[in-house]
């Protein structure tokens, strides 16, 4: 466990991140994001914003589309060591500022049923379960729930 959390620093990432991020996509998923198709969505995709939480190296990220008025959040993820000292919050919080900056002003995502610790996280900073996606999650079947920031 890290104990000295008082420099991260939370900031936009642009196409230098993608390495990173593709390691703690890694880290922290069944089936992660590569490599290449974080760089192609950082490079190609205008409506994506990405968002990194540092120390001297990534320890965090988080991105959503912008689809019209609407931020669809894809992921957020801190790696293990991390967890648990409010850095999901921050990204969460400081993606959501920047989305109102840019005229969004509701987000949605989906998180696996199972997923307590991201559902409370979300819950916390103001998204409410709005619907299931029945067996969306490809690798087990598992459902999606969707959730809403308004
Ligand atoms: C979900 C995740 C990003 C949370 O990041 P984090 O930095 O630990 O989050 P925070 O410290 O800001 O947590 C804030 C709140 O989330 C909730 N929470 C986070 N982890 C939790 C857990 N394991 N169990 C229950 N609640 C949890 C709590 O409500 C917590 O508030 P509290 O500290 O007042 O109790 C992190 O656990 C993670 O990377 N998980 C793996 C990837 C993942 O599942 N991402 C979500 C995909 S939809």
Redesign the pocket.
């Known amino acids: 466990m890290v104990n000295n959390m008082k420099d991260i620093a939370i900031r936009l990432a642009d196409i230098q991140d993608a390495r990173e991020i593709a390691e703690i996509e890694k880290s922290?998923?069944r089936v992660p994001w590569t490599y290449e198709s974080l760089t192609r969505d950082l490079k190609e995709n205008s409506s994506a914003r990405y968002f990194v939480a540092e120390t001297d190296r990534v320890v965090?990220y988080m991105s959503f589309w912008k689809v019209v008025d609407e931020g669809q959040i894809n992921?957020?993820?801190?790696l293990p060591d991390?967890?648990?000292?409010?850095?999901?919050?921050?990204l969460l919080d400081f993606a959501i500022e920047t989305g109102n900056s840019m005229g969004v002003n509701s987000f949605t995502?989906e998180?696996?049923s199972s997923?307590?610790?991201?559902v409370?996280?979300y819950e916390?900073h103001g998204f409410e379960a709005d619907g299931i996606r029945r067996g969306y999650y490809q690798d087990n079947g598992e459902d999606a729930l969707i959730m809403w920031y308004k």
């Open positions: 922290c998923f965090g992921n957020i993820a801190v991390y967890r648990n000292r409010g850095i999901g919050g921050r995502l998180v696996r997923n307590i610790g991201a409370k996280l916390k």
